[in-house]
């Protein structure tokens, strides 16, 4: 059944303004257009643009990060309160910087980033403003981190999401008062909806710990419909439930380390987007002596099939416990970077999965306002790489089949050297040829840009 919030919509500027002054916002009622049957329902604008940001940063980051033993050091090692909290007067901050941040990612060609604001430890990078004393006000870095997050996507143009754990270690009320602490996670949302400008999405973490208590999810979200109406809503469902829709005011369905697959949605009363998040080594939170990092060949990858299942890739790194993203991430992400834009192209962010090839080769199609239809086409498989998750071996270069093409290809040239592709047609199938790489050159996926016939 579709949520009545799902039809009210009000437009950021209006929300803020209100909150600001202090009064409650006037809304505008709007019904979507119900598909029809047999149809998907087209997309609410928030989740339009989500997709078309199509590539994200994860950022894990907190007291934790001092200890370089991932994020669930305390739960792991047993760490008691009193013990975790002598972390407090040891955390700086001192290279922290939410530009900083954004302008790795924008590096990357990523359109987000999404920081962990409270973490399952219960430290918060915000002033929670008398709700807890267990945040960064009560440490020597002595200022308000997601204020400098959130401020310095702006400056990059990169949009702020933030990470929000349900699930909380250090709360007793998480185990001994179950509605006084659902009330303080939606007073900390409240917080964090009225106090840092607009936020892109709020993803949630943590549900998964107690599968059959009542969250209260309706009451959790509809403060952020009411502040925040443009945000997307995501909440993890667990590394084992991929693709999961949940509550119908979700957005955004996760995949944790999985990989997604294209999506049917006829006949859903709502167009739910997927992301999928990866981390670059195997934990979430640094791990000094984790050495099992991704390539960028891998990442590259990774960021191409989710886009062929129509998903973004929201791809983690964990900051030193200065702040300071590492060195081999920083490098790792800007060499994704120049793959985005010198082979992958804006299709990967604008365009639709219209067309699927054998195996993973697939193609994206882009419909431009005077009619023209844009098609780029991704070959997999030309060359081992370092995929540590995929051990085959590579079919290599030749002929690729893509099926189901709606119209004869125009033409299309390669985006690695601008050569121009070679093609024919089978029927509703195109059949392009893949040449050998010139000496000096691996694109790793390659991709041929063209444009179909009217």
């Not at 185990?175 to 009330?183: P, Q, S, V």
């Not at 890739?313 to 993203?325: F, Q, W």
């Not at 024919?424 to 179909?452: C, F, M, Q, W």
């Amino acid at each position: 059944m579709q949520s009545r919030r799902d039809i009210l919509k009000l437009s950021a500027v209006s929300a803020f303004t209100a909150a600001a002054m202090g009064k409650t916002p006037s809304w505008e009622v709007v019904q979507p257009e119900a598909p029809k049957t047999g149809e998907s329902p087209k997309p609410l604008p928030r989740v339009a643009r989500f997709e078309r940001m199509a590539f994200g940063m994860f950022v894990h980051w907190g007291l934790y990060s001092q200890l370089g033993k991932g994020e669930w050091a305390k739960k792991q090692y047993s760490i008691g309160y009193e013990e975790y909290s002598k972390l407090l007067p040891t955390f700086t901050a001192s290279e922290f910087s939410g530009r900083e941040l954004a302008k790795v990612a924008k590096s990357a060609g990523m359109k987000y980033v999404t920081l962990t604001s409270r973490h399952h430890d219960g430290f918060s990078l915000y002033d929670t403003r008398g709700l807890s004393t267990y945040d960064v006000t009560h440490t020597p870095a002595g200022r308000d981190l997601i204020l400098d997050f959130v401020t310095g996507c702006r400056e990059e143009g990169v949009v702020p999401m933030l990470y929000c754990t349900t699930l909380d270690w250090t709360d007793k009320r998480f185990n001994e008062d179950w509605d006084g602490y659902l009330k303080y996670l939606r007073d900390s949302i409240e917080i964090l909806c009225t106090h840092y400008g607009e936020i892109g999405g709020f993803w949630f973490d943590g549900n998964w710990s107690k599968p059959n208590a009542d969250w209260k999810e309706g009451e959790l979200y509809s403060v952020i419909r009411r502040l925040q109406p443009e945000a997307m809503i995501i909440n993890n469902t667990g590394i084992d439930a991929h693709g999961v829709r949940g509550n119908p005011e979700i957005d955004s369905t996760t995949f944790e380390r999985g990989r997604p697959q294209p999506v049917d949605r006829r006949g859903w009363p709502k167009h739910v987007a997927g992301e999928m998040c990866h981390t670059l080594n195997f934990h979430w939170g640094i791990g000094n002596k984790d050495f099992n990092y991704l390539s960028p060949a891998h990442v590259i990858e990774e960021f191409c099939r989710c886009r062929r299942a129509g998903a973004n890739l929201l791809l983690n790194v964990g900051p030193m416990a200065s702040g300071r993203v590492p060195d081999y991430e920083r490098a790792l992400l800007a060499r994704v970077g120049d793959w985005v834009r010198e082979v992958g192209g804006p299709a990967l962010y604008e365009g639709r999965p219209e067309i699927f090839g054998a195996e993973d080769d697939f193609g994206l199609v882009t419909t431009r306002p005077d009619g023209g239809r844009d098609v780029s086409l991704y070959c997999f498989g030309l060359t081992p790489t370092a995929d540590t998750r995929v051990h085959q071996s590579a079919r290599g270069f030749g002929k690729r089949s893509f099926n189901g093409v709606p119209a004869e290809l125009a033409g299309a040239t390669w985006a690695d050297n601008g050569e121009a592709v070679t093609f024919s047609r089978d029927g509703d199938t195109l059949v392009i040829d893949v040449p050998k790489y010139r000496e000096g050159a691996n694109s790793v996926v390659r991709a041929a840009h063209g444009t179909l016939k009217k």
